[in-house]
């Protein structure tokens, strides 16, 4: 099942403990500074609980590549391809959707919202990953058709979606965006 957590500090405080966003930067590249107070599993790797520096790369050609860096912006510590995720109604804040997961497992974030958009970045997995997320949650998973998240597999953006059932689709089956 899909949570759904909107930056309203006293709920992500309250109801969950895991961030608190502020918003800074501008439209282009959509920064977003999150801290989460848990570790939080993102494609190819766990984020220890801390502050992170969300945005999207620096490209005309592919506007659906996150960047995670370090809460000072020193350090890159992710590209991960994403692809669009559309809600209906905008929210002033922003919102971080999560793959519900056992008790003692970091949560896999799902997507992210910048504050006012409709259209959004949902995460792509490693295929393996990808599969066991589907599984446990009963959903499907978007899934690179391998394991390697460097930028040369980003940049070919071969990817699909995982069913719960184990079966690899294609992403049109299961969204509605590319």
């Not at 390697?148 to 294609?170: F, H, I, N, R, W």
Request: hydrophobic content about 35%; cysteine-free; proline content about 6%.
């Amino acid at each position: 099942m899909r949570s759904s957590i909107v930056g309203v500090v006293a709920l992500a405080a309250g109801s969950f403990g895991l961030w608190a966003p502020q918003v800074q930067g501008d439209e282009w590249d959509k920064k977003t500074i999150l801290t989460f107070s848990a570790p939080v599993e993102v494609p190819g790797r766990v984020l220890p609980a801390g502050t992170y520096v969300f945005k999207l790369a620096d490209s005309t050609a592919d506007r659906h590549i996150v960047q995670i860096f370090n809460k000072d912006e020193t350090k890159l510590i992710a590209d991960i391809l994403a692809v669009p995720d559309e809600r209906l109604q905008p929210k002033g804040k922003t919102v971080i959707s999560f793959e519900e997961r056992p008790t003692g497992s970091p949560e896999a974030l799902r997507a992210w919202f910048y504050p006012g958009n409709t259209i959004g970045q949902e995460f792509v997995y490693p295929h393996n990953r990808a599969k066991e997320l589907a599984k446990r949650t009963g959903q499907h998973v978007l899934s690179l058709r391998g394991e390697d998240v460097s930028s040369d597999t980003l940049k070919k953006g071969e990817y699909g979606a995982v069913q719960p059932t184990g079966e690899d689709v294609d992403i049109e089956q299961v969204h509605k965006h590319k």
